[in-house]
């Protein structure tokens, strides 16, 4: 098993920059892993010695100069045109430059025996459709190549994504994007004897659902913009989760659900067909009697009576789908068809949000949360939440809900008491939005909460560390909360933002910087003196 702890890379590469500082790179080359990718290659022709790597498309030539660092290796970095134009990189010893389009089939056939030699071969072609990358796979597979393939942004392009990246069996694919490139860095290993690690997450269970909302009798323009098709050309992701997978879908929806999921995740994956508006609550083991065609017309006519400022998307229905998140969950968890400890909710369409996102999930998984944890974006104060007229004057949401974690009991337990709050709601003439449920849960039991901090971008980014937009967790919810008095609750955040920032993992502007370092201090100070 090749290593990728940060440590053994660099320990590796002891003499990286000063083996490549005299041939002027840029700065990116010497960037750490994580961010680019140029260190990793380098460490990666280390792993094996007097043989032959490919580099395919050379892009400049600094990619091949990184995998040159091993000098007893061959490099022969192929494009079709010399695009080399540092001179002392063209003179590199074990580096050689090719002017052929290797990816051509007929070319191809002249350097078969280069390419079958070849322990490594790295991939970075434009445009990145995935397309000729998948062909180059397939050709790899037939002629029985036993090394391994580096492709590069495998997450930055949807169509490297869904044409290329989750094609290929995961049995022989590995993620190593949190040690390369930022944009994505996957490797392939077409011999079983050679593999890089991978986290264990199989004791999840992930649900998610599709129900087709322009067929109900409350469809909005707004929710007919985002008809079958939108929703199904970002579903891939989703749907090639390598991981325990319960889905939920209307009939007409289940079949082209089934194509999409990977043949390989055929023992990981459960459909649970339903109809929409048959589903039901279900309250301590007996379904309730209401239908959620019953829960629509109620939710309709409270909207009528005490209207509020709320999207045009957010439908009767499309409320009803959200809740139906919760039921769903229950129902997976009491069924536990996989017997896994921890379920989470991921919205079909996740890949909307940012292919960071999927970077981070598997990250976010293998932190096994046992609370009901989710993404805490502003703060709303419990006296408001406490006022329910004003509180439903608006669309009040401070928790996202697309994406939330939670061990079999807490999970269970919280989704019970978003649904009642749900039924509370209703009874009192609301019916709004299902992520304002959560504060109004969450207040009365903060026990069952683990928050962590971010915006709807980054409601799986966020799950482990602050990687992106830490600036929006200050503004919204650390000034929101300490305003409110909810001293405790704010140094939470403020720690949860600074472990990022002192780790390396994202960077706060001088303006910002100050904003944390103060509230902090004078979170501190309001706890000492309640103490």
Known sequence: MISTAIDDIRQTTHDYESTFRPYSPPDDFFAPCGKEHFRFLAYLSTQWSNTTIINIHTNGGYEALALSYNPTNTVLSFDTANRVQNSAIANRSNLFFETADILDPL???????????????????????GLREYELYQYLDRIGYRGVVIFDDIWYFQSMR??????????????????????????????????????????????????????CPDASPEICARDKSYYFSHARSTLSLPYNLVIYCDEESMEEIMRLRPPWFAHRTRYV?????????????????????????RIIANRREKPYHFDRRNTASYYLFCMARYAMLKETIEGNPFGSTHFAWINFCIERMGFQNLIRLDEALAVRRDKFSTCYIDYVPEHLVRNTPEYFQFGRCSMCSGYF??????????????????????????GHADEQLFSAVYFDRPDLFEHYYGDYLQMITNYTYIYEAPEPPVYNFIRNSFNAGNFAKCLEGCRFVQRSVDLGKCALSPEYTEYLAYYTQACVNNLSQLA
């Open 107 to 129: 070319v191809r056939e002249t350097w078969r025996e280069s390419i079958l030699r070849a322990a490594l071969i790295f991939v970075d072609v434009e445009p990145h459709d």
């Open 162 to 215: 869904n044409h290329c990246w989750y094609q290929i069996p995961d049995s022989r694919r590995y993620d190593l994007t949190e040690v390369g490139h930022w944009s994505g860095c996957g490797a392939v290993c077409f011999d079983s004897a050679v593999s890089f690690p991978k986290r264990d997450n199989s004791n999840w269970t992930l649900v998610s659902a599709y129900f087709n909302l322009t067929k």
């Open 273 to 297: 067909l339903r109809e929409f508006d048959q589903l039901r609550f279900v309250k301590n083991g007996q379904p309730l009697p209401e239908t959620f065609a019953d829960y629509r017309d």
């Open 405 to 430: 974690t939670g061990n079999a009991t807490y999970m269970f337990q919280a989704c019970d008491l978003i649904e009642d709050k749900f039924l509370e709601y209703l009874a009192q003439g609301y």
